[in-house]
């Protein structure tokens, strides 16, 4: 009796188990495919290139005719992986259920691919592609003995300071909430000396920016990913260590990089003058973007002047950035409202604070801080603005 109960028992656990790993095959998938030629009888891995480090998920033998595929369990937000054979690697990134075709072979396996179905893995392997020709021109350099030590120095500062700005510019402002603008804040380089970060969130405010850039939009859409918590608290941390006046420890909730700072806009208003969003220090500010074309505009306008005209007394303000194509119809639409209404056209502050939807706004306290954007906001907007106030 007591045998014929352990059987029942095993069964029970070994059809729990089954039925586990059942649900996890059926579940949603992204497939990696494609062809490396030259490579038979090559190992090719597939790796995820998580936060805790590098986990090979899958690997096959490659044949004759180079052909692979990997079906893997899709990420609930943007995720990095890697195909590596001979040492060489492939970086990608994989949103969801996509498939993504790549073509490759061997020996250039990591610099002459080509990728299909993914313009987020385009951009990644255009970077690498950058960033691999950066390094080689800086080892070039530390090997020149006709130089001196200083003048390398100088000339690889340039080299670095170049591409960073090419980064910030094609890459991280232009789309903060892309996998790609994240894989490019977070590139590092080894030369004959060592491996850095080309953006050092904590020695340097300005690579802080571009940190922070990506946090803002990250934590909009995916708040609960592991790698937003994670770029959150390298701003706050790059934050703490950077400020001038601050001491080293600032009382800041650390789960959220809108309790941190805001990133700077400078836009004209209607009659040019440049507004600068910091100038506001001292106030309760809403940062919105809007729309005056559409149709539910009028109404909108209408409840943000009642919230207004009932605060602006204590220290409210609103700076609104309009995105209307059409500038005159612009200018006359805020041409009567009592706040402070910029207009932009090349999208640059939308990209910086991951605005996806229109409208959205953000809450600002009076120290220069990210509170809340609209959709954490729980309560009423007037309650929120009462509690800054």
Same mark, same amino acid.
Request: proline share 4%; with cysteine.
């Given at each position: ?126 970077? *690498?592609?950058? &960033? =691999?020709?950066?390094?080689? %021109? ?5 090997? #020149?003995? +006709?130089?001196?030590?200083? $003048? ?31 894989? *490019?804040?977070? &590139? =590092?380089?080894?030369?004959? %000396? ?5 953006? #050092?969130? +904590?020695?340097?405010?300005? $690579? ?49 990089? +809108? ?131």
């Amino acid at each position: 009796m007591n045998n014929f109960k352990s059987i029942l028992i095993i069964t029970f656990y070994n059809f729990i188990i089954l039925t586990f790993f059942s649900a996890c095959d059926n579940g949603p998938k992204f497939q990696v495919e494609g062809t490396i030629s030259e490579a038979d009888g090559k190992m090719l891995y597939l790796e995820a290139m998580t936060l805790e480090g590098i986990q090979r998920i899958d690997s096959t033998r490659l044949k004759g005719d180079g052909t692979f595929r990997f079906n893997v369990p899709a990420p609930t937000n943007p995720e990095f992986y890697a195909l590596c054979v001979d040492n060489q690697r492939i970086n990608f990134s994989i949103d969801s259920t996509e498939t993504i075709r790549f073509t490759a072979q061997l020996p250039t396996f990591s610099s002459s691919y080509t990728v299909e179905g993914s313009d987020n893995c385009q951009k990644i392997k255009e970077i *690498a592609l950058l &960033q =691999s020709a950066l390094q080689q %021109q800086i080892i070039e350099l530390e090997k #020149n003995q +006709s130089m001196y030590p200083g $003048d390398i120095v100088d000339s690889i500062e340039v080299l670095v300071n170049a591409y960073k700005e090419r980064m910030k510019n094609d890459y991280i402002y232009k789309e903060p909430m892309k996998a790609y603008a994240y894989y *490019a804040v977070c &590139q =590092s380089i080894t030369d004959l %000396q060592t491996t850095y970060q080309l953006f #050092n969130p +904590s020695t340097n405010r300005d $690579d802080v920016k571009c940190y922070a850039a990506i946090a803002t939009a990250w934590d909009g859409l995916y708040p609960e990913a592991k790698r937003t918590e994670q770029i959150c608290n390298m701003v706050i941390q790059g934050m703490s260590n950077t400020a001038p006046s601050q001491p080293k420890y600032v009382n800041i909730d650390e789960s959220k990089i +809108s309790e941190v700072s805001i990133l700077d806009i400078e836009l004209p208003d209607i009659n040019g003058k440049m507004r600068k969003l910091t100038d506001l220090k001292g106030k309760v500010v809403m940062l919105d973007f809007t729309i005056y074309s559409t149709k539910e505009s009028a109404e909108r306008t209408r409840r943000m002047r009642d919230v207004y005209e009932k605060y602006k007394g204590q220290g409210f303000e609103i700076y609104q950035v309009s995105l209307d194509n059409d500038i005159h119809f612009w200018k006359v639409s805020c041409e009567k409202l009592p706040w402070i209404c910029v207009h932009e056209t090349d999208g640059s502050a939308v990209n910086l604070y991951g605005v996806v939807n229109v409208p959205t706004f953000f809450l600002i306290n009076r120290n220069n801080e990210l509170v809340k954007r609209s959709d954490q906001v729980t309560t009423s907007l007037e309650e929120e603005i009462k509690r800054l106030l």
